[in-house]
């Protein structure tokens, strides 16, 4: 085990050394290493992560959320049970405690999620509506919620996860009763509501090219044709290593290009079968290489946010049982190989 461990450590070591990160005099000498975020802005682009109301209790968490990243996105406190508990009473507080962080950091602020079939109020799920009844609903929360935040948030996830695996639409409440069409709709309205923010519709599972990125590929290319107001596509990127590294994720990303639209990496985190092996780190971090390097290769891939940095607070362990270990810092907030590996591909 102590072997290991040097092994470990001797690679750390390696890695730091062609990642630029410098220790002892030296590093003291020129100051502070440049964090994820500087590395990132000198290619153009972001480095954010997403967190949570209940986290910002925790000081040594909440001066890294701040000082390591650029841009932040609100895990719940923007989504439709939070903002909008009883029909047509709203409230912002979750939202703004994060919005407010962010301004303290000088950090920007994806809006998180407008349109979703998951975390909806009782009021909405717990009874059936007329089309035109839904219909009115959903341009109100919308436009409430939209404008509450303009100005605020540089991008929406407005639509979030709307095909099944399949490419097939996803049958929620919003489907079933308006069918198709609803998608249309809440783009026009968020834009309505505020002129400049980014729009985008955002999925799990569509790194690489296939039936469920294909889906999104021809629902772009129809919306655009439309005139819908639609700026870009957000990639979750939740990935498993026992699954497989998404080799198609750069052609993907330049195809979405090619119909003049951005992309961005909005949920990243990269799980393991417990328990963590050096190998398994190993494999995470080049992975985490592989994706920032994709998305650095593409010019409209405008930035990475992993879905919040630290096991410590990880949605994995509670939704993949045996699972974990997703993200660039471990539960102590130390960096892991991941973390340098990303450094590596922003230098």
């Given at each position: 085990?102590?072997?290991?461990?040097?092994r470990?450590?001797?690679?750390?070591?390696?890695v730091l050394?062609?990642?630029?990160?410098?220790?002892g005099?030296?590093?003291?000498?020129?100051?502070?290493?440049?964090?994820?975020?500087?590395?990132?802005?000198?290619?153009g682009r972001y480095?954010g992560?997403?967190t949570?109301?209940?986290?910002?209790?925790?000081?040594?968490?909440k001066a890294?959320?701040?000082s390591?990243f650029?841009?932040?996105t609100?895990g719940?406190?923007m989504?439709w049970?939070?903002?909008e508990?009883?029909?047509?009473?709203?409230?912002?507080?979750?939202?703004?405690?994060?919005?407010?962080?962010?301004?303290a950091?000088?950090?920007?602020?994806?809006?998180?999620?407008?349109?979703?079939?998951?975390?909806?109020?009782?009021w909405?799920?717990?009874r059936?509506?007329t089309?035109?009844e839904?219909?009115?609903?959903?341009?109100?929360?919308?436009q409430?919620?939209?404008?509450h935040y303009?100005g605020?948030?540089?991008?929406?996830?407005?639509?979030?996860?709307?095909?099944?695996e399949?490419?097939?639409y996803?049958?929620t409440?919003f489907?079933k009763t308006?069918g198709?069409?609803?998608?249309?709709?809440?783009?026009?309205?968020?834009?309505?509501?505020?002129?400049?923010?980014k729009?985008?519709?955002?999925?799990?599972?569509?790194e690489?090219?296939?039936?469920?990125?294909?889906?999104y590929?021809?629902?772009?290319?129809?919306?655009k044709?439309?005139?819908?107001p639609l700026?870009g596509?957000g990639?979750?990127?939740?990935l498993?290593?026992?699954?497989?590294y998404?080799?198609?994720?750069?052609?993907?990303?330049?195809?979405f290009a090619?119909l003049?639209?951005?992309?961005?990496?909005?949920?990243?985190?990269i799980?393991?079968i417990?328990?963590?092996?050096?190998?398994k780190l190993?494999?995470?971090?080049?992975?985490?290489?592989?994706?920032?390097?994709?998305?650095?290769?593409?010019?409209r891939c405008?930035g990475?946010?992993?879905?919040?940095?630290?096991?410590?607070?990880?949605?994995?362990?509670?939704?993949?049982e045996?699972e974990?270990?997703?993200?660039?810092?471990?539960?102590?907030?130390?960096?892991?190989p991941?973390?340098?590996a990303i450094?590596?591909?922003?230098r």
């Amino acid at each position: 085990m102590r072997k290991n461990r040097l092994r470990l450590a001797g690679a750390l070591a390696a890695v730091l050394v062609a990642a630029g990160v410098a220790s002892g005099p030296a590093a003291q000498a020129h100051g502070e290493p440049p964090t994820l975020a500087d590395l990132a802005q000198r290619h153009g682009r972001y480095f954010g992560s997403a967190t949570d109301n209940p986290e910002l209790v925790d000081g040594p968490y909440k001066a890294l959320l701040g000082s390591e990243f650029d841009q932040i996105t609100p895990g719940n406190g923007m989504k439709w049970y939070a903002t909008e508990p009883q029909q047509g009473v709203f409230d912002f507080s979750k939202g703004d405690e994060i919005v407010n962080l962010a301004r303290a950091n000088h950090q920007k602020v994806r809006g998180h999620t407008l349109v979703w079939h998951s975390q909806l109020p009782g009021w909405l799920t717990g009874r059936e509506w007329t089309a035109d009844e839904l219909r009115a609903v959903l341009k109100n929360h919308i436009q409430k919620e939209v404008r509450h935040y303009r100005g605020k948030v540089f991008a929406w996830d407005v639509v979030n996860e709307a095909f099944n695996e399949d490419g097939t639409y996803r049958e929620t409440v919003f489907y079933k009763t308006l069918g198709p069409g609803y998608i249309a709709d809440a783009l026009r309205w968020a834009r309505q509501a505020d002129p400049k923010v980014k729009l985008y519709l955002n999925d799990y599972n569509i790194e690489a090219v296939g039936p469920k990125s294909d889906a999104y590929f021809r629902l772009a290319k129809e919306l655009k044709a439309q005139g819908v107001p639609l700026d870009g596509i957000g990639l979750q990127a939740h990935l498993a290593l026992q699954y497989g590294y998404p080799t198609t994720l750069e052609d993907n990303l330049r195809r979405f290009a090619g119909l003049r639209l951005d992309t961005a990496l909005t949920e990243v985190d990269i799980r393991m079968i417990l328990p963590v092996t050096e190998e398994k780190l190993a494999q995470q971090a080049e992975w985490y290489r592989d994706l920032t390097g994709a998305c650095l290769a593409v010019r409209r891939c405008v930035g990475i946010t992993v879905w919040d940095y630290t096991d410590k607070y990880s949605w994995i362990p509670a939704f993949f049982e045996g699972e974990g270990a997703a993200l660039p810092w471990d539960e102590e907030l130390r960096p892991k190989p991941a973390y340098f590996a990303i450094r590596q591909a922003l230098r």
